[in-house]
């Protein structure tokens, strides 16, 4: 959580509309408090009152949907402070109903208001939802997939203008498996840091392309070291 806060203070300190963060994890009950934390420590950076935190708790059977659209208002009311908090718990149970009407909300939030959802996967989550949001999946097991040779390359590249990942790809004679290990670890990278997260849909599909279809991996990874050129 401490990169998310990281990159979070950052975008609010340069004025961005921040996208919904979607946080994935098995265990919803701990990780609802990880996000209730990271919320807190949120508002005690910018000094803002525990009360904007506004919270839709999970029991979606006997929800109404009058009561998500109440919960949705709040985000019109004008604040003084930086920011606030709205935390829509375990969305999977989410009724279809109620996720159209928050549609709207997660396409525009507004700069004034950060949307954090909880759910233990992406399973039965609408692609409409899903293509709104930043998914930081903690069941994920990168850590499998993390390569720092590769990790440190796509850093220095993007954050240095480093051009040895140029130099690397161009000479170095690579298998496919290596291709794709590199997007993999881009993937990562930006699962990391935020950055790139409109990509991330592409990046995977690109993967798949490579693996079902015999694309060209090398013209793949040329497409992506161009694209993220900082």
């Known amino acids: 959580m401490e990169q998310v806060f990281k990159n979070i203070v950052e975008k609010i300190w340069k004025g961005e509309e921040l996208s919904p963060f979607l946080f994935i994890d098995k265990n919803i009950e701990i990780l609802n408090e990880k996000i209730k934390s990271l919320s807190y420590e949120i508002f005690e950076f910018y000094k803002i009152p525990k009360v904007f935190l506004y919270t839709l708790e999970n029991s979606w059977e006997n929800k109404k949907i009058s009561e998500v ?16 908090i709205f935390f829509i718990q375990n969305i999977t149970n989410m009724t279809l109903q109620a996720s ?7 396409e525009e939030p507004g700069k004034q208001n950060i949307i954090f959802l909880s759910a233990k996967s992406e399973s039965g989550i609408l692609d409409t939802i899903l293509s709104r ?48 290990d590199f ?14 997260v409109e990509f991330l849909d592409e990046i995977l599909q690109d993967i798949n392309a490579i693996n079902q279809n015999n694309v060209n991996a090398k013209y793949i990874v040329d497409k992506w070291i161009l694209k993220i050129w900082n």
């Not at 985000?75 to 606030?84: C, F, G, M």
């Not at 997007?183 to 990562?188: G, S, V």
């Open 69 to 84: 659209k109440n919960f949705v208002e709040n985000a019109n009311k004008s604040t003084p402070y930086k920011v606030q």
């Open 100 to 106: 159209n009407s928050l549609l709207k909300f997660f």
């Open 133 to 180: 949001v930043q998914t930081v999946n903690f069941s994920w097991k990168q850590k499998d997939k993390t390569d720092f040779f590769y990790q440190d390359l796509i850093k220095n590249y993007v954050e240095n203008n480093d051009s040895e990942i140029l130099t690397y790809f161009f000479k170095a004679k690579l298998e496919k498996q290596n291709f794709i």
């Open 183 to 196: 997007l993999e670890n881009l993937i990562i990278f930006i699962k990391n840091n935020l950055i790139f």
